[in-house]
C-alpha cells in the first residue's frame, strides 16, 4: 500500500492510499476533490473507498464530488457521525475492522475533538491515520469533547508501538513544537526536533509523518505524567494537567 500525501487549502493534509496490484484506492478525509481525482487519473486507479475520521467540513468537503465520479465507492465513518458525513454508508465503533484489498485497518474511537471521532490503524504497515486528535507536537482543540475524553484518547494512541507512523490532518507542527518549547524547554529531544522541523519547513517539506516514538518524547499532550509538565502547571492529577496544557495552547 503506497501512501500518497496531498497538501490541500491552507494547511490540510488528504491521504490517498494506492493499491497498484488492484489499481484501487482509498482516501482518508479529502477535504476538497479535486486533488484526489487529479491524482486518481494519474495512477489509472478506482476509488473504492473514502474514509472518514470525523464530520468537520475540512475533511469531508470533497466526499459528494468524489462520489459523483465513483458512486460504487463505500464512505466510512464513526457510528456517532450519522446524519453529519456527506455520503457515509457504514458507520464504525471501536474494535471493528475496515478491510481495503487485503490491507486492515482497525478502528480506534478517540473522542475529545468531537463526539464521533475515531481513527484507523493499519497495524501490518504502522501506519495510523488520526485526523485531529493527534497532531505531529500537538493535539485537537476540544470541541465536542471532555478532556477526560481526550485524555483517554490520547492515551490510547500513546499506547501503539513506538514505529507507528503517525499522519495528522493538518501542518501544524512547528507552532505546536514553539508552544511545546514554553512547557517543557528543557527537554533535549524537543529542542532537537524543533530545530529539525524549523529547516524542514524552510525548505517547504512537510513534517508529517511523525512516530508515536517522537511523540511520546516531545509532545507535551502525552506527557501528562512527566515531571517537567507537572512542574509547568503546578498541578499533578494526570486530566487536570491536560487540561490546564490545552488551554494554554488554545490561548497561545
Not at 478502528?107 to 475515531?118: D, E, K, M, Q, Y
Request: hydrophobic share 40%.
Amino acid at each position: 500500500m503506497r501512501i500518497l500525501q496531498l497538501p490541500v487549502l491552507r494547511d490540510n493534509y488528504v491521504y490517498l492510499l494506492h493499491d497498484p496490484e488492484t489499481a484501487t484506492a482509498a482516501v482518508v478525509d479529502p477535504a476538497v476533490a479535486e486533488p484526489v481525482l487529479v491524482k486518481l487519473a494519474e495512477l489509472q486507479a478506482d476509488l473504492v473507498a473514502i474514509l472518514n475520521t470525523h464530520h468537520h467540513h475540512d475533511h469531508v468537503g470533497g466526499n459528494q464530488e468524489l462520489l459523483a465520479r465513483y458512486p460504487q465507492a463505500t464512505v466510512y465513518a464513526g457510528e456517532g457521525d450519522w446524519g453529519r458525513i456527506p455520503g457515509q454508508t457504514v458507520g464504525l465503533a471501536a474494535g471493528q475492522t475496515v478491510h481495503f484489498n487485503h490491507h486492515v485497518a482497525q478502528v480506534l474511537f478517540v473522542p475529545g475533538h468531537t463526539r464521533g471521532h475515531i481513527a484507523y490503524y493499519f497495524p501490518k504497515s504502522g501506519d495510523l491515520f488520526c485526523g485531529d486528535t493527534l497532531f505531529a507536537g500537538g493535539c485537537g482543540r476540544l470541541f465536542e469533547g471532555t478532556p477526560e475524553q481526550m485524555l483517554g484518547s490520547l492515551d490510547q494512541l500513546r499506547q501503539l508501538p513506538e514505529s507507528t507512523r503517525v499522519w495528522c490532518a493538518h501542518e501544524y507542527t512547528l507552532n505546536n513544537l514553539k508552544f511545546a518549547l514554553t512547557v517543557d524547554g528543557d527537554n533535549p529531544h524537543l529542542q532537537a526536533r524543533y530545530r529539525a522541523v524549523e529547516a524542514l519547513r524552510q525548505a517547504g517539506s512537510p513534517t508529517v509523518p511523525s512516530s508515536i516514538g517522537e511523540e511520546r518524547l516531545t509532545n507535551p499532550f502525552l506527557r501528562w505524567d512527566q515531571p517537567a509538565l507537572q512542574a509547568s502547571t503546578g498541578i499533578q492529577e494526570p486530566v487536570r494537567v491536560f487540561a490546564r496544557l490545552r488551554g494554554m495552547k488554545d490561548h497561545f
